[in-house]
Structure formats: structure tokens, C-alpha cells
């Protein structure tokens, strides 16, 4: 913002200005204290406004230093939950908001405050901070990556949320969902909290995600990129495509090892061996009519047509007429179709 000199400044200048030329004037020459008072106040005047053009500058710059802070995560900015969606959800247990753990992450947030910033995105990608004013925030809508126990205790005690933004190369990758799956999964593999279930979950979704993208991505390049060791994804990738038949048929799942999640899924493998396919019973459609004092029973079982009618001693002839009478019909109806 361009600064100019305030009005009462130049107002002073004018009016010292005139009196001297007014003094010249009358008395035909000008005082020496003249000579030397005008060009001194008019640099004092240049001094100002060049001091106020200066540190207008250092403003604007500063500002737009925090703005770059801001959006490459390197400046805190607080955010109420309210503005925060989870598009993604958890990877963690069900019924984690009853466990101990977080029922004591709620009282130290109360009593101590948040210790770790949560990791959002900007809802809108081309979002950027107020110029004039980048700190504030209010209203605008974020999406969250990690913190999902913080966001929940920060909502239930109704405080605002520490948070920094993930880096911009990954919120502009091709495949942002993998990118999100994946700043999750980090975030719990440096705190160590997840259980094998969770785990293998988790890195199943981030293989499943990122290969739906991707033509031919193996095993070995999968496990390089998220950190991990290969023989982990293919395991990951059954527990993450049985984990609801997993729940359903195990107890304490939360609490199995990897050990008893493989153990889990071999069993689970041979009960589907074992039980049979159900066999689509061909359905069965039948009309019968009256003619005379005969029956005539039409049947159709999986396409195949059958007449029965008792009594009527039928020739060739009188078949082949019948024939056509069937096949004329059939013919009328398939026109029918071919023209709704």
C-alpha cells in the first residue's frame, strides 16, 4: 500500500512557505534564519515520508513472508473444529473414542493444552492467505490429514485446534488420496500406536488407492515407497479385503499379532473352500389353459419351451401349423422389443 505524507505536514510546509515570500516581499530580502530553516524542513520532509514508504515496504514484505509460511507449513495457524472435515476417516479401531487412551488425551488437552499441531489442506487447492492480513482465517474450510483423536477432543471440550498445513508438492500430487492415506499412516507409524490389524489395514487401502492409478504397480515398489517391508503388502491386502468378515467372525481382533491375523486368514480361506455355491434354481414359469374338455399346460424352464395338452392325436401337418403359430408369435414379440 502506497503511504503519502499526511495532510497536516504539507499543510505546515505551505504555510511556512508563504510567509517567507510574503517577508521577501515587503522587505525586499530574506532573513538568513530563512535561508537556512526552508531547505532543512523541506529534507525533514523527504526524510519522513522516504522513513514511511520504508517501513510500509517491510510490512507488505513480512506479510508476504508469512503467507509462503503459512501455505509450506513452517507458521501455526489456529483453526475452530468446526471448519475441519475428515473425508477420509480412520484408521484406527472402531470404538477408539470409548478407549482409555483417548478419554485420557481429552483431560491432558484440558489441563495442559495440545501439545502437536494437526496436519490439514486447504478444502480449496488454489486457497491463499489475506495479503493484508494472513493470520485470519475464520471460515475457511480445511480438510483434515492427522489429529483425528485431537480434532475430536478439541470438538468435545470446544477449543480451537493448533494446526500447520502438509507441504504443497504432495497436496498437488496426481494421486492426492494416496498422499493423504499416506501422511496418515506415517503420522501412526512415528507414535507407534497402531495394532497389527490396523496396520495391515491401512497400508492395504494405501496399496488398493495408489494401484488404481497406476497400471502394473508391484509389490516391491509399493513397499520402498511407503517404508516397509515387501512381504507386509501382500498379507495387507487380504487383511484389508477380509477385514469385515474378520470382524465379524473374531474376538479381540485389536489385539491379535500378525501371527494370528495369518492363522486368521488361512481358516478364513478354507471355510470359503468349504462351503458350496448355491446353484441358481432355473425358475420355472407354466400356463394352463382349457380347450375342450382337454388341458393345455405351457412350460418355460430357463428358456426352453414345452406344450403338453392330452388326447389330441396331432399329424405332421397339423404340427408344422402349430409350429408356425408359435414361431409367429415369438417373431411379433421380438419386433416389439427391437422397436421400444
Sequence with gaps: MKRSIPRSLVTKATNLDTNKERASGSEGRTESSDAVSTPFKGAGSAWKSGALAQSQA???????????DILNGRHEISLSPDQISDPMGTDRRQDWMSQEAFRS????????????????????PDWQPDP????????????????????????ELGVPLRAILAPPDARNAENSKF??????????????????????????????????????LTAVAFA??????????????????????????????????????????????????????????PQKLTVKRKVGNRNLSVTSV??????????????QERLEKLGDLVASYLNVEDTEKDTD
Design 58 to 68: 517491510a510490512v507488505e514484505r513480512s506479510r508476504a513472508e508469512l503467507c509462503l
Design 105 to 124: 488425551l481429552v483431560n491432558s488437552i484440558a489441563s495442559n493444552g495440545q501439545d502437536t499441531p494437526i496436519l490439514v489442506w486447504p478444502e480449496d
Design 132 to 155: 493484508l492480513d494472513p493470520s485470519n482465517i475464520a471460515g475457511v474450510p480445511f480438510v483434515m490429514l492427522t489429529g483425528r483423536r485431537r480434532l475430536a477432543a478439541a470438538s
Design 179 to 216: 498422499e493423504m492415506l499416506f501422511l496418515r499412516f506415517r503420522e501412526n507409524e512415528e507414535r507407534e500406536n497402531l495394532s497389527p490389524f490396523e496396520r495391515l489395514v491401512s497400508i492395504g487401502e494405501m496399496y488398493e488407492t495408489l494401484a488404481s492409478g497406476e497400471e502394473k
Design 224 to 281: 520402498k515407497k511407503i517404508g516397509v517391508h515387501e512381504s507386509l503388502v501382500s498379507r495387507a491386502r487380504s487383511v484389508f479385503a477380509a477385514q469385515d468378515q474378520i470382524l465379524n467372525t473374531f474376538k479381540n481382533v485389536y489385539d491379535m499379532s500378525f501371527r494370528d491375523l495369518q492363522g486368521a486368514l488361512a481358516s478364513l480361506e478354507r471355510t470359503n473352500k468349504a462351503k458350496p455355491k448355491p446353484k441358481t434354481k
Design 302 to 315: 430357463d428358456g426352453n419351451l414345452s406344450i403338453k395338452v392330452a388326447g389330441v392325436p396331432i399329424d
